[in-house]
């Protein structure tokens, strides 16, 4: 089974933190741990020539490789947040069903509030993965 894979802004320091977040918090139990890959880099390309409504979206997107009871499936801004939130488990998967009883419009005004100012509220900075981490960052 191919694990699903966060798209970010490689460019911005506060995705990349964020990456970095969820490589500290991601449960060791997870069978199929999250991928990551850049919105500039190929296999980004690739998910947005299959589902054209993202050619001009500028955010995180979650992908979700086809199953064998679903299609793939593209999740962005707050819900690709969510579920991140509930991809980690735990207190972060309460947090993320609580976020999901907040209205999609309210919560991607805030989504798009924070996006605009990402640059501004984190520098950017490159962090090396461990080779472990490395195998899971697609190009």
Do not use: K, N
């Amino acid at each position: 089974m191919q694990p699903p894979v966060l798209l970010y802004d490689g460019e911005c320091g506060m995705c990349a933190q964020s990456v970095q977040f969820v490589l500290q918090h991601e449960s060791a139990a997870h069978t199929a741990p999250l991928q990551f890959a850049t919105l500039s880099g190929a296999f980004a390309s690739g998910v947005r020539a299959s589902f054209p409504q993202l050619a001009h979206v500028d955010s995180v997107i979650w992908y979700q490789p086809p199953t064998a009871d679903h299609r793939e499936q593209v999740f962005v801004r707050s819900d690709a947040a969510l579920r991140v939130l509930s991809h980690l488990g735990g207190a972060w998967r309460i947090l993320g069903w609580c976020g999901r009883l907040v209205p999609r419009v309210i919560r991607d005004a805030v989504y798009r509030a924070i996006a605009r100012r990402r640059h501004r509220i984190s520098a950017t900075r490159c962090v090396l993965p461990t080779p472990a981490e490395s195998l899971r960052f697609l190009s």
